[in-house]
């Protein structure tokens, strides 16, 4: 079982740049594949990045390519999402997530969430 808590949101303006952390309990993280996803008012959640268990291989969705850029340090139980050249589009709650495994962009595969943090993006 782990547990996920993210931080590092809030209100940027567009261009501006977060960095979300989450921090994963017990002594198995390296075991999980973690990816974040998000959720805007009104809208259903969508897949942002993942991250392999090793951190060697990672996976963006079309829209954050180039912009976002998803990392973690296995000896922190960390996972992070580095948010650059931020747009009002981008404005929702961020969750991580875990599973194990071989990481995916499908969120139904993942059994492990954190509560999400605000990113909030103003033009």
């Known amino acids: 079982q782990v547990q996920l808590v993210e931080s590092g949101g809030g209100l940027v303006q567009a261009g501006g740049s977060l960095r979300l952390s989450c921090a994963a309990s017990?002594?198995?993280?390296?075991?999980?594949?973690m990816a974040w996803f998000r959720q805007a008012p009104g809208k259903e959640r969508e897949f942002v990045a993942a991250?392999?268990?090793?951190?060697?291989?990672?996976y963006y969705a079309d829209s954050v390519k180039d912009r976002f850029a998803i990392s973690r340090d296995n000896a922190k139980n960390t996972v992070y999402l580095q948010m650059n050249s931020l747009k009002p589009e981008d404005t929702a709650v961020y969750y991580c997530?875990?599973?194990?495994?071989?990481?995916?962009?499908?969120?139904?595969?993942?059994?492990?969430w954190g509560q999400g943090t605000q990113v909030t993006v103003s033009s």
């Open positions: 997530a875990a599973r194990e495994g071989i990481y995916n962009s499908n969120g139904a595969l993942y059994n492990h």
């Open positions: 017990g002594r198995t993280f390296s075991s999980y594949a």
């Open positions: 991250i392999s268990r090793s951190g060697v291989l990672t």
